[in-house]
């Protein structure tokens, strides 16, 4: 390209390079990726027909952004998947700390080397990762993290105190000519967000007594959780009022959707190992957590993350290679009864209404169960297995475990054609593992819906009429 050789501000004119803002070079990247087709913020799963034609419309508008939902609603990947849309590089006024535009410099350093070197200032190309900067909002972030502070030492190598050039230029600043994204904005304390209302409109920043103009160029996106608005802070209305959209993300609407993001989040399990997860065990972790954020046992109001569903689906996972490696097996395939370990990994991500504190476990117990229904009726009715139930009829028991090999299950699998007919259905592989973990699938379908009785035993289960 032949912008990125120009080495200085002369080059760079005669290389027909022209200055536009952050803002219409998001705008400008925009519209050239949905002219053509381009999938604008890859990775980001459920929300093409609700939230992204929101943010592109804000994009467009030229808009600040508050994406506002709850934990686990990927607003932070959003925010930062906003940095693609900049140029992939872009020239700056080589040392500057604040990437001033080689043709319009704003800090004093800058415009005084302008002044003096003129077309033979020297231009340095900095990457779209440089041009985005974050900050989590927390009650003790000061003016000086995020515009800045007089420097001590550069006053003491002689320059006066009003001096511009004393300043150690704070988070805000030196996003200049990019992204600024902060999460969690009610949290920041109101005498600092009075200090972003300033960056945002006025442009001007006053430290230590004294006002500096800087006009940054800029795109400020927030985050915030609705629930925070009364729990822990709020927005100041003037600086809310400074954001031109306001953009409400949601959950994954659908099982898949859940199951997608799971599947690309989740952790690589360890070599060495070969692991399958049936499709319908990723159902059930994914309906685990639609439950939940149905549940009126569980506060609603917190939200229900999708980092529930993807540290099941790990410690699923988890479970299945502890057993493999425990009984000797090739293939690790995650059954029904591995599902009283994922405890840890969601009651963490839950909180539980008052009046069912100390019930967690019960809780818990009762969202699985209608998971584990759920999937197996999407799948099956319990009267295609009626020789299976005549085989129970009869007097016969099957144990089921999660540590019982997979060869535990074998006698009952052969013993009966319909569970061979089943296996074939989801089209699921026809290996010991596999047939394990369906036919724990259709045991557990048919105690939930009445036609099989189940007796808790330790480590497992026996199943009979």
Request: hydrophobic share 40%; aromatic share 6%; net charge negative.
């Amino acid at each position: 390209m032949g912008q990125s050789l120009a080495a200085n501000i002369g080059e760079l004119r005669a290389s027909g390079h022209q200055r536009e803002g952050v803002k219409e070079e998001l705008r400008r990247n925009l519209m050239d990726g949905l002219q053509h087709g381009d999938t604008i913020f890859p990775g980001i799963v459920g929300y093409d027909d609700t939230v992204l034609p929101q943010l592109a419309n804000a994009i467009i508008a030229g808009h600040d952004v508050i994406l506002l939902g709850e934990r686990g609603q990927a607003k932070s990947r959003l925010m930062r998947a906003l940095a693609s849309l900049l140029d992939e590089r872009t020239p700056i006024v080589a040392g500057c700390e604040i990437n001033d535009h080689p043709y319009a410099p704003i800090c004093q350093r800058c415009i005084d080397l302008v002044r003096e070197k003129g077309e033979a200032t020297a231009v340095a190309w900095v990457g779209r990762e440089r041009r985005y900067a974050e900050k989590l909002a927390t009650p003790d972030i000061s003016i000086a993290d995020l515009i800045g502070e007089v420097d001590p030492i550069k006053v003491a190598e002689g320059r006066y105190l009003s001096d511009e050039l004393t300043i150690h230029f704070g988070l805000i600043p030196r996003a200049n000519r990019g992204i600024f994204g902060i999460n969690e904005l009610p949290d920041l304390a109101e005498r600092i967000q009075v200090g972003l209302l300033n960056v945002m409109e006025e442009k001007d920043v006053q430290i230590r007594g004294y006002m500096v103009r800087m006009p940054l160029d800029l795109m400020v996106v927030a985050s915030a959780n609705p629930e925070d608005y009364t729990a822990r802070g709020r927005i100041i209305t003037p600086l809310k009022d400074r954001f031109g959209s306001q953009v409400r993300t949601h959950y994954p609407s659908e099982i898949e959707q859940e199951i997608t993001i799971m599947e690309a989040e989740a952790a690589t399990p360890p070599a060495g190992v070969d692991v399958y997860v049936p499709p319908f065990m990723k159902e059930v972790v994914a309906e685990i957590t639609h439950l939940a954020r149905r549940s009126p046992r569980i506060a609603q109001s917190s939200g229900v993350s999708v980092r529930m569903s993807i540290g099941n689906y790990e410690n699923l996972i988890s479970n299945a290679i502890r057993r493999c490696l425990r009984v000797r097996e090739h293939l690790a395939v995650p059954r029904i009864s591995d599902l009283r370990f994922l405890a840890p990994s969601t009651m963490g991500k839950i909180e539980i209404e008052a009046l069912d504190e100390g019930k967690e476990g019960q809780v818990l117990q009762r969202i699985q169960n209608s998971a584990v229904a759920a999937v197996f009726g999407r799948h099956f009715g319990a009267g295609q297995f009626p020789r299976l139930l005549d085989y129970f009829a009869a007097g016969a028991t099957i144990e089921a475990g999660d540590g019982m090999p997979s060869s535990g299950y074998s006698q009952s699998f052969a013993a009966n054609d319909e569970l061979e007919g089943a296996l074939k259905r989801l089209h699921l592989p026809d290996q010991p593992a596999t047939r394990a973990s369906l036919t724990e699938l259709v045991l557990e379908g048919l105690h939930l819906t009445k036609r099989l009785n189940k007796t808790e035993a330790e480590g497992g289960a026996i199943y009979q009429q």
